[in-house]
């Protein structure tokens, strides 16, 4: 059977909740995993009903919702707040939030408190937290507490200064390796998917036949079992240059921009609104108001 033959017989079986086991079978299968960002509720809503299989409340939001420069100053009220109004829309995606920088740093105690918030006050099904072999005891802890938990590692955004900027990672046979290494680590301490950001596509590649759990890319080339884009870059939303690895598929920001000067201009024309576009008073109410004396 043919991968888009593959990809249709996933949709006829009508899932109505995408769930780990179900991202599992899907690479078992060979069926491509989507996966958005979204951070309110109409473009979740749009999202979900779209057939994307996992969504992601990610902490990119500060650079394309909130206007920070990178996503170290996202806050937890911050991604609750986002994260309730999401979870309002989704009915068959995976919900997955991210623990921003500073939730899970300092204690694995403080790590699984946050967590438990996100799906006690926001309706996460899963969180995700970035790092490696470093970060494995943090995701055993947290899948130990009945949370489900995605891995993300490479070019690890809440690690920008360590990294000395957005670079593109494991590119030296050593930090290959301990790619590799932090990926299996991840796997074995319970990690139900891991995302691999801004490493060459032959790694990505090799992580994903090393991995019994699907991987999902972001700049790490075709062969991850998923790919993932933030829901502001795909319709060429975002007010910063556009990653290598992005490709815009609808322009909306063309579209609003003409619509908001179409907008403009009806008003400072007076042909908004129209009279089919107003209340009237009913027939026979005659309107006798005492002017101002």
Do not use: W
């Not at 969504?55 to 986002?82: C, E, F, N, R």
């Not at 590692?153 to 990294?163: A, E, F, W, Y």
């Not at 790619?179 to 990690?191: H, R, T």
Request: net charge negative; aromatic share 6%; charged share 25%.
């Amino acid at each position: 059977m043919s991968l888009t033959g593959i990809r249709d017989e996933f949709r006829r079986m009508d899932v109505t909740k995408v769930t780990p086991q179900s991202l599992l079978a899907q690479k078992q299968h060979g069926a491509a995993i989507t996966a958005l960002t979204a951070y309110d509720y109409p473009t979740a809503r749009l999202v979900d009903e779209a057939g994307i299989d996992v969504l992601l409340v990610g902490d990119s939001l500060g650079m394309a919702v909130l206007g920070y420069d990178d996503t170290l100053s996202v806050t937890m009220d911050d991604m609750l707040h986002h994260a309730r109004a999401v979870r309002r829309a989704v009915r068959r995606a995976m919900l997955v939030v991210d623990m921003p920088y500073g939730s899970y740093q300092l204690s694995v105690d403080e790590t699984i408190r946050n967590a438990l918030r996100f799906v006690k006050e926001a309706g996460a099904e899963a969180v995700k937290l970035e790092g490696g072999a470093s970060q494995a005891h943090r995701v055993r802890a947290i899948t130990e507490a009945e949370i489900p938990v995605v891995g993300h590692i490479g070019l690890t955004p809440q690690s920008v200064h360590k990294m000395g900027g957005y670079r593109v990672q494991g590119r030296s046979e050593a930090a290959a390796q301990q790619l590799c290494d932090d990926a299996v680590a991840l796997e074995q301490a319970g990690a139900v998917a891991i995302v691999l950001e801004g490493i060459p596509r032959e790694l990505a590649a090799k992580i994903t036949a090393l991995l019994s759990v699907p991987t999902i890319g972001i700049g790490a080339g075709p062969e991850c079992d998923g790919q993932i884009l933030v829901f502001h870059d795909v319709f060429g939303l975002s007010f910063r240059q556009r990653p290598k690895f992005v490709r815009v598929f609808g322009d909306a920001g063309t579209l609003m921009r003409e619509g908001l000067e179409d907008f403009r201009a009806s008003v400072e024309a007076r042909n908004f609104p129209d009279n089919e576009e107003s209340y009237h008073m009913p027939r026979g109410v005659a309107l006798e108001l005492a002017g101002a004396e």
